[in-house]
């Protein structure tokens, strides 16, 4: 999602979600990065295809997977809050 000149991305590494962070004009360079949540489903295309982000009055959420979403505020990148649907036992 391109915002103010940058890009803003999700990416999984392992078994955790980030806010990934680049600048368009210098091709492969991560401005700043941030975890966001532990992954809830197994690594698959289905969890990267759910995978997106919204963006209006300074507020990022960031939808990482079905049952994960997480809300930054880009200004000060605080995470305002997330949530994480429970999983049966």
Request: aromatic residues 8%; charged residues 20%.
């Amino acid at each position: 999602l391109p915002i103010n000149g940058l890009l803003y991305a999700l990416a999984r590494r392992n078994d955790e979600y980030l806010l990934v962070v680049l600048d368009r004009r210098k091709p492969g360079h991560e401005v700043w990065s941030q975890p966001l949540a532990t992954a809830s489903l197994p690594f698959n295309r289905s969890a990267v295809r759910g995978s997106f982000l919204s963006f209006a009055d300074g507020i990022l959420v960031c939808c990482c997977d079905s049952q994960t979403v997480a809300a930054i505020e880009l200004t000060t990148r605080a995470l305002l809050w997330g949530y994480q649907a429970r999983t049966a036992n």
